[in-house]
């Protein structure tokens, strides 16, 4: 085999191997995404202890999550106006069967869901503890 053609075969093989690394990481977040209700938290939660231990504030941009690892950051858009916020997990819950995140008012805010309440939406992590 020439040396042009062992170039050009590991740069074949480079280009496969990014790729699929990419196309993994794209398989990855999407499996970890999750569609479903979103509601927000009453404001008689404010300053109460979340499970990481920190103060609840309604105007950060927090949530609970029953099962994502505390500190993960997700995006949660709403699936209907395309609205979107990132948010930090800080608590665990909520704990009313169909809904998989509770957002701080102002991420409701964000979301414009402050009349209803609730939304329907889709979560996807961004970012993991390390």
């Known amino acids: 085999m020439g040396r042009l053609s062992r170039v050009l075969l590991t740069c074949g093989l480079a280009t496969l191997l990014v790729a699929g690394t990419a196309h993994s990481a794209e398989s990855q977040q999407a499996a970890d995404t999750e569609q479903g209700i979103a509601s927000y938290y009453s404001d008689r939660f ?37 609205k979107e916020v990132e948010v930090l997990i800080n608590d665990r819950g909520p704990f009313i069967d169909g809904r998989i995140i509770d957002l701080s008012k102002r991420a ?17 992590p961004v970012a993991t503890p390390n």
């Open 108 to 124: 409701a805010r964000k979301l414009e869901m402050l009349h209803r309440g609730i939304a329907r939406v889709e979560v996807m």
């Open 46 to 82: 404010q300053g109460a202890t979340t499970a990481s231990g920190e103060p609840f504030d309604q105007q950060a941009l927090t949530a609970a999550h029953p099962t994502l690892p505390l500190g993960t950051t997700v995006v949660v858009t709403r699936t209907d106006t395309g």
